[in-house]
Structures are given as C-alpha cells and as structure tokens.
C-alpha cells in the first residue's frame, strides 16, 4: 500500500519562502512520476509542478514558474517543494500525488493514483 504524506505547510508573510516536504512510503518512487497541486478555498484543485521519474525533467504552472522549484531525493522516497517570493494567492492546501505509470511528470491530476491528506499554506499580506 503507497501511502503520500506532505509537510511543511504555515503560516508566512508575502515574499518569504516554505519548503514543502512529501514522503512516499510502501513502494519505491524512483520509477514514479510525482506532482504537486494546490486547492484554495471554493476553487478547484490546481496543478502547481511535476517532476520525472529521474528528476530530469520538471514542469510548472505558469503563476510559479521562477519562485517554486520542485525536486526529489529518490533514495529517500522523498520529494520537495520549494516556495520563494511566496504571495497571498499561494494560499491554499497542497498535495503531493504519485503517478506510477509515467516517468514523466503530468499537469493531469486524473493521471495521478496516490495523494496525500494536504498541508495548508497561508501567505499574509
């Protein structure tokens, strides 16, 4: 059984940084795409990011592209969301998911099988 757990999440002024944790345990991830999603209050769930399988490869939603860096440590089953210039539309929970089908990361969430529970983060203004 793969279970997702994220980390990290809180409370942060504008412009300052979080660094979002997932870890992935029940199954190896370094065949595993893995991605990122945020859902804010009465809107949907969003892509944020996605990373290959190798780590090669990433890809962003253009609102974070250039302040949020995804990567992974897949020795540690272990990947990560870096969150700069952080702005009060970031808010919102964030999930990490695992694709085991794809080495590629995917904007899709359907392509998704594994989610964790979310962690809020709550940017001020």
């Known amino acids: 059984q793969v279970q997702v757990a994220e980390s990290g999440g809180g409370l942060v002024q504008a412009g300052g940084s979080l660094r979002l944790s997932c870890a992935v345990s029940?199954?190896?991830?370094?065949?595993?795409?893995m991605g990122w999603f945020r859902q804010a209050p009465g809107k949907e769930r969003e892509f944020v990011a996605a990373?290959?399988?190798?780590?090669?490869?990433?890809k962003y939603t253009d609102s974070v592209s250039g302040r949020f860096t995804i990567s992974r440590d897949n020795a540690k089953n272990l990947v990560y969301l870096q969150m700069n210039s952080l702005k009060p539309e970031d808010t919102a929970v964030y999930y990490c998911?695992?694709?085991?089908?794809?080495?590629?990361?995917?904007?899709?969430?359907?392509?998704?099988?594994?989610w964790g529970q979310g962690t809020q983060v709550t940017v001020s203004s």
């Open positions: 998911a695992a694709d085991p089908n794809r080495s590629y990361g995917s904007s899709y969430s359907s392509n998704y099988n594994y």
């Open positions: 990373i290959s399988s190798s780590g090669i490869a990433t």
């Open positions: 029940g199954r190896a991830i370094s065949t595993y795409a």
